[in-house]
Nanobody
Framework: QAQVEESGGGSVQAGGSLRLSCTAS????????MGWFRQAAGKEREGVSC???????YYADSAKGRFTASRDNAKNTLYLQMNSLKPEDTAMYYCAAKKGLIRDCKSVGYNYWGQGTQVTVSS
């Protein structure tokens, strides 16, 4: 059974950095686009960064210049390097996998979702 699992969340002060990882199993990783999504308390889930199987990456405006998504297909792993973190980045971060092509970072159509990892940024 396919699954994805996030790790690397935690608590940091504003201006700090975190690196999230997402490991996939039970699927052919190369066939899937991968995405990072987040949901803050009382808010809707939003796309943070999504990366196609070819490596084309999409970022939310809030993430541009601060976050970098990457994937290692040999390790079936997706990463999100988050720098210059702000309190408004506080949220549960989810990894998800979608078979096929993507042209944006909307959450529609993602087949597999992780349980999430909490990121808390204090001011």
């Amino acid at each position: 059974q396919a699954q994805v699992e996030e790790s690397g969340g935690g608590s940091v002060q504003a201006g700090g950095s975190l690196r999230l990882s997402c490991t996939a199993s039970g699927l052919t990783f190369d066939d899937y686009a991968m995405g990072w999504f987040r949901q803050a308390a009382g808010k809707e889930r939003e796309g943070v960064s999504c990366i196609s199987w070819t490596g084309i990456t999409y970022y939310a405006d809030s993430a541009k210049g601060r976050f970098t998504a990457s994937r290692d297909n040999a390790k079936n792993t997706l990463y999100l390097q988050m720098n210059s973190l702000k309190p408004e980045d506080t949220a549960m971060y989810y990894c998800a996998a979608k078979k096929g092509l993507i042209r944006d970072c909307k959450s529609v159509g993602y087949n597999y979702w992780g349980q999430g990892t909490q990121v808390t940024v204090s001011s």
